[in-house]
């Protein structure tokens, strides 16, 4: 059984970098095929894709904040991280990260297996 | 980048009707050499995380029940829940993963009437 969950600081201030982890079981990230993205939701709007980290450290960001993102994996403890610089009350929003399916022959695929997600609130 | 449009933005469907939500990208999902459509479809209830209904634009997740249906290819699609039902009550979002940056629809909420 494939699980994830989000760990963080549910408050940071504004300029100040946000440190977020996510912790799964039930595979590897070090088998052929698998990856972990990262996606967030402004409270009351949509989803929006944030990047990707896949089993052989091919990285994927948001061209729209590249600059201030960046995805590491520890595959030894099952874990990925999403680091995002110069924090703003604008990326308040709830962090989600989640599995990729797997199979079918493309590494690109739907997200099957999300965590429960973490809230962010940016704020002096 | 590619752009997800969907609409209507909301419906109000009775129970026991079908509901129908569509999904339109700014340019076909649909990659020639396997002739798969990288087009998923989630629904997510108030206070969950989105939970996946329907990938390559046509294929159930394992456990969605068979009234959720997917349909569509190249740039246009369509889910369909064949006989609403009151805990089908959320919002749906249509996600292309053919190329970063991927990219979602803002959502359709479906409600009862």
């Known amino acids: 059984q494939i699980t994830l969950k989000e760990s963080g600081p549910t408050l940071v201030k504004p300029t100040q970098t946000l440190t977020l982890t996510c912790t799964f079981s039930?595979?590897?990230?070090?088998?052929?095929?698998?990856?972990v993205g990262w996606i967030r939701q402004p409270p009351g709007k949509a989803l929006e894709w944030l990047a990707l980290?896949?089993?052989?450290?091919?990285?994927r960001y948001s061209p729209s904040l590249k600059s201030r993102l960046t995805i590491t994996k520890d595959t030894s403890k099952n874990l990925v991280v999403l680091i995002l610089t110069n924090m703003d009350p604008v990326d308040t929003a709830t962090y989600y990260c989640a599995h990729l399916r797997e199979g079918d022959g493309s590494s690109f695929n739907a997200f099957d297996v999300w965590g429960q997600g973490t809230l962010v609130t940016v704020s002096s | 980048d590619i752009v997800m449009t969907q609409s209507p933005d909301s419906l109000a469907v009775s129970l026991g009707e079908r509901a129908t939500i569509n999904c339109k990208s700014s340019q076909s999902v649909l990659y020639s050499s396997n002739n798969k459509n990288y087009l998923a479809w989630y629904q997510q209830k108030p206070g969950q995380p989105p939970k996946l209904l329907i990938y390559?634009?046509?294929t159930r997740e394992s456990g969605v029940p068979d009234r959720f249906s997917g349909s569509g290819s190249g740039a246009d699609f369509t889910l369909t829940i064949s006989s609403l039902q009151a805990e089908d009550v959320a919002v749906y979002y249509c996600?292309?993963?053919?190329?970063?940056?991927?990219?979602f629809g803002q959502g359709t909420k479906v409600e009862v009437k």
């Open positions: 996600q292309q993963y053919y190329n970063t940056p991927w990219a």
């Open positions: 390559w634009a046509s």
């Open positions: 039930g595979f590897s990230l070090s088998t052929s095929g698998v990856g």
């Open positions: 980290i896949f089993w052989d450290d091919d990285k």
